[in-house]
């Protein structure tokens, strides 16, 4: 048995059968973290302490042969935007380099209750704004499928960390295609949620009418499994659904034969790489010989996606970061003799250049004399977009796409251009305006050997149509 | 529209950001750049359209229901069972950068 190839089911009945022991898996990983991460980068903090004395409650149940949790012994890493009780946590940035949350996140509360032990926090763009993980305030992350190109953002240390088994599973989280491009960059699974289906209380926000958080996983089933354990309402957020949470993983078995499938041409057009186009036009075969209705559809307005999603995510970012002034937590500027001179200078000083370049793009889109011009007509053509989605789902049950026009592109590649990386953005930002959920599998790869995703959106709360389509596919081989 | 430094320097005062000259020039060129594109919204007509600020409105609320009790989503729950217990004042003070064990300490608040 190689302790690090692990998925969630076989690491747990390992435990339950007593052929390894929460320590061993624990062990395992933070050996491998030791050879691989220096040059991966995805961790920035271990939390050993937390992760040992958890592993042993879990042998303790093992030895007594009680039933384990769901998720008992299973090796998790967590996105730096996600607070851990006493474990430090910096959304990627300096402004938080030392900022020690004195709770934890619900959604990771939720994983420790169910037996998962949290190894570390992952590496990630900071403030979860970027799209390849080269805006980390402390390093890059680099592609375990090659370590010259990026693993995608802003959740690239939580894609690279299951690719390359530093954790069995993690989470990231979503606002513009944080979790479903770097999954599709890095060759894992990434599923990004219905908005107000996972708690967001704990999560550093960015923007609030967009974000989820989401597992990365090394297969769809593992990927259900994660969000039966972190999905449902929770008091401390008011925006999380009291909609109930199926057994997704026991609905999995459903199949996908008779679901009517939808191909939008604008997924299609121009600026779609050649590989791409290919690997993703098979793979939709490959789902209408296991039975599914494939169904030409039109999305027109997306498009205009990537300017309605850099206004309002902006917007909101700039609102929600305003919070960080060096007063109570995080980096304080130094000799600062009164405090506007303090706020001005932490702010300045403690955020990278594309933090500051979205916070001045969503004040000016907020401001007197902008403010109809640029946010308000935004929030419009947000309506027009989700409208196209609630067109298309009432002639399909699910919507193929691929996740991202190309491959993962070279660090350095588009750093200088923000224009041209917000573009790379197209296929994903759509879902998270509308609300809806979607999930990034494998489909193939480039002729360098770089993984293609295939990106597969549902309805709100649908996520068990997405995942029956996404399992039947890779269960197809 | 063109975005210019003197609207650089107003923006960056209301975001509470104390820009160096170089951030700057380039944040000139960077915002024209994003709004040159952002300018596209322009090519549809959404004057009938409804903004939509929360995704949330499309579930969540009880439309059977009438006043306050439509929006109990938001209640607070834990208001409701009883008041939770509140974070320590010592944890609260924990990553203070400057603190005297009571107050958060800044620097003087009024200008001379």
């Known amino acids: ?477 | 529209m063109k975005v210019t430094e003197k609207d650089v320097s107003y923006v960056a005062d209301l975001a509470n950001l104390e820009l160096t000259e170089d951030e700057r020039t380039r944040m000139v060129r960077d915002l024209n750049s994003i709004l040159g594109h952002i300018d596209n919204l322009n090519e549809l007509d959404t004057a009938n359209v409804p903004p939509m600020a929360q995704v949330s409105e499309l579930y969540g609320v009880d439309r059977s229901k009438t006043g306050c009790e439509r929006f109990m989503y938001a209640s607070r729950e834990d208001v409701i069972e009883g008041l939770r217990k509140c974070l320590p004042h010592d944890e609260a003070l924990a990553n203070a950068p400057s603190s005297d064990g009571t107050y958060f300490k800044v620097p003087k608040v009024i200008e001379r």
């Open chain 1, 1 to 477: 048995m190689n302790p690090n190839g692990l998925t969630i089911d076989a690491a747990r009945s390992a435990i339950q059968e007593r052929k390894a022991t929460a320590f061993d898996l624990v062990d395992a990983h933070y050996e491998k973290i030791a050879h691989e991460d220096e040059k991966i980068g995805a961790y920035l903090t271990l939390s050993k302490e937390r992760a040992l004395e958890k592993a042993e409650q879990i042998d303790v149940l093992a030895r007594k042969g009680d039933p384990l949790p769901p998720l008992a012994g299973v090796p998790v890493g967590i996105k730096d935007v996600l607070c851990t009780r006493g474990v430090r946590t910096t959304a990627g940035s300096k402004i938080l380099g030392n900022f020690i949350p004195p709770y934890d996140c619900t959604a990771v509360a939720r994983m420790e209750s169910a037996g998962a032990i949290v190894l570390g926090k992952l590496n990630c763009d900071e403030f979860a704004m970027g799209s390849s993980n080269e805006n980390s305030a402390w390093k890059p992350v680099h592609n375990p499928r090659d370590l010259s190109r990026v693993p995608g953002g802003s959740s690239g240390g939580s894609a690279a960390a299951v690719a390359a088994d530093m954790a069995v599973a993690t989470l990231g989280s979503d606002t513009g295609g944080s979790i479903r491009q770097p999954a599709s960059f890095c060759g894992v699974v990434g599923l990004m949620p219905t908005y107000g289906r996972v708690s967001r209380y704990g999560l550093i926000a960015f923007a609030s009418s967009l974000d989820r958080i989401g597992p990365f996983s090394k297969n769809v089933k593992d990927a259900a499994t994660v969000l039966g354990v972190i999905a449902g309402r929770d008091p401390m957020d008011s925006t999380s659904a009291e909609t109930p949470v199926p057994d997704y993983a026991a609905e999995l078995n459903k199949g996908a034969r008779g679901l009517r499938v939808g191909v939008a041409k604008e997924y299609f057009g121009e600026g779609l790489d050649g590989e791409v186009r290919a690997s993703v036009e098979a793979a939709i075969q490959k789902l209408a010989s296991l039975g599914c209705e494939i169904v030409p559809i039109s999305l027109p307005h997306m498009k205009y996606a990537i300017p309605v999603y850099y206004i309002i995510a902006t917007a909101e970012a700039s609102s929600n970061l305003a919070r960080f002034d060096g007063v109570r937590y995080g980096y304080r500027a130094k000799d600062a003799r009164t405090l506007s001179q303090m706020y001005r200078r932490t702010r300045d000083q403690g955020f990278g250049a594309e933090v500051k370049r979205r916070i001045m793009l969503g004040t000016y889109a907020l401001s007197a004399g902008y403010y109809d011009a640029y946010y308000l007509k935004a929030q419009r053509v947000r309506t027009l977009l989700t409208r196209d989605f609630e067109e298309a789902f009432k002639q399909v049950d699910a919507i193929v796409t691929p996740t991202s026009p190309t491959a993962a592109f070279k660090l350095g590649e588009k750093s200088d251009d923000p224009l041209a990386m917000y573009l790379a953005d197209i296929y994903t930002v759509t879902a998270d305006l509308a609300g809806i959920c979607g999930i990034s599998i494998p489909c193939g790869e480039t002729k360098e050997k770089l993984p293609i995703g295939m990106q597969i959106l549902g309805k709100h709360f649908d996520e068990s149509t997405i995942l029956r389509v996404a399992h039947a596919y890779e269960q197809a081989g």
